[in-house]
């Protein structure tokens, strides 16, 4: 995307990005608790993500966070770029870009363990945004991963292109064809088409629009039913966040927790 529309779109959502703010400041102390004690490392966030399951949150920061997930949560039906249950009470949306390293790190060490412990138990459904800071290497590459769910294959190139840090080159359209092609991606005359097709415009400009609503300026950002988690920490800050979510979803009455 060229750099002036991305401007514009910033300064289009300075509203929204104050508001965001808010909702970070909101959890401050809640991430503070998962990293105080270790930076960025996992046994440290471990040893600070305890809190006491009757913790109870504020009502009118559990709006803000509920508001946010019904800005942001889609539960559309055959969703490629999603995995899980469309009903699962908690919604992960992760804003990523594919040159991004830290959100590489998050797809290779924390989000086969939430799979493992989340999404396959019901409890959790993840949503991927296209939300590319990059340049134009960034976006071809967030083109291929949606041409490859018109296929029923995202996960799978998704997976690949974050096996390690790829930038620049790597991400040429001959070297993304061949990882489509690795990835099981059959029909490939269709996958080039797609890459280059109106509707993968719309589809990544609907996820990069939805960032920049809400004030998304780095990657990976994460809401976890409208809770902001910032850059890719270690699994036991996701794993309060999702626990803290389903346990707030139980408790809410079924109108307002409705899946859309």
Same mark, same amino acid.
């Given at each position: 995307?060229?750099?002036?529309?991305?401007?514009?779109?910033?300064?289009?959502?300075?509203?929204?990005?104050?508001?965001?703010?808010?909702?970070?400041?909101?959890?401050?102390?809640?991430?503070?608790?998962?990293?105080?004690?270790?930076?960025?490392?996992?046994?440290?966030?471990?040893?600070?993500?305890?809190?006491?399951?009757?913790?109870?949150?504020?009502?009118?920061?559990?709006?803000?966070?509920?508001?946010?997930?019904?800005?942001?949560?889609?539960?559309?039906?055959?969703?490629?770029?999603?995995?899980?249950?469309?009903?699962?009470?908690?919604?992960?949306?992760?804003?990523?870009?594919?040159?991004?390293?830290?959100?590489?790190?998050?797809?290779?060490?924390?989000?086969?363990?939430?799979?493992?412990?989340?999404?396959?138990? !019901?409890?959790?459904?993840?949503?991927?945004?296209?939300?590319? @800071? &990059?340049?134009?290497?960034?976006?071809? =590459? #967030? /083109? +291929?991963?949606?041409?490859?769910?018109?296929?029923?294959?995202?996960?799978?190139?998704?997976?690949?292109?974050?096996?390690?840090?790829?930038?620049?080159?790597?991400?040429?359209?001959?070297?993304?064809?061949?990882?489509?092609?690795?990835?099981?991606?059959?029909?490939?005359?269709?996958?080039?088409?797609?890459?280059?097709?109106?509707?993968?415009?719309?589809?990544?400009?609907?996820?990069?629009?939805?960032?920049?609503?809400?004030?998304?300026?780095?990657?990976?950002?994460?809401?976890?039913? !409208?809770?902001?988690?910032?850059?890719?920490?270690?699994?036991? @800050? &996701?794993?309060?966040?999702?626990?803290? =979510? #389903? /346990? +707030?979803?139980?408790?809410?009455?079924?109108?307002?927790?409705?899946?859309?």
């Amino acid at each position: 995307m060229p750099t002036s529309a991305s401007q514009t779109r910033k300064l289009a959502a300075v509203g929204a990005v104050l508001a965001l703010v808010v909702a970070v400041i909101a959890i401050g102390v809640v991430i503070a608790k998962s990293t105080a004690n270790g930076g960025d490392t996992a046994s440290g966030a471990a040893s600070g993500a305890s809190s006491s399951p009757e913790a109870k949150e504020d009502p009118a920061q559990q709006k803000m966070f509920d508001d946010l997930a019904r800005r942001t949560t889609r539960r559309e039906d055959g969703d490629p770029l999603a995995v899980g249950k469309k009903d699962a009470p908690v919604v992960l949306v992760e804003y990523a870009d594919y040159q991004c390293s830290f959100c590489g790190r998050f797809t290779r060490e924390t989000q086969p363990e939430l799979i493992k412990k989340y999404v396959d138990a !019901g409890t959790l459904r993840i949503e991927f945004r296209n939300f590319t @800071v &990059f340049g134009a290497d960034s976006e071809r =590459a #967030a /083109r +291929a991963s949606w041409a490859a769910g018109q296929q029923g294959r995202f996960w799978q190139l998704h997976d690949a292109l974050y096996a390690k840090t790829r930038k620049g080159a790597a991400l040429a359209e001959d070297k993304l064809v061949g990882l489509a092609r690795d990835s099981g991606v059959k029909d490939i005359d269709r996958f080039r088409a797609d890459m280059k097709s109106a509707d993968a415009d719309k589809a990544l400009k609907k996820d990069q629009d939805e960032g920049y609503q809400l004030g998304v300026q780095s990657t990976p950002s994460f809401l976890v039913n !409208g809770r902001p988690v910032a850059g890719a920490q270690p699994l036991a @800050v &996701f794993s309060q966040a999702v626990d803290e =979510a #389903a /346990r +707030a979803a139980k408790d809410r009455p079924a109108d307002k927790g409705a899946a859309k």
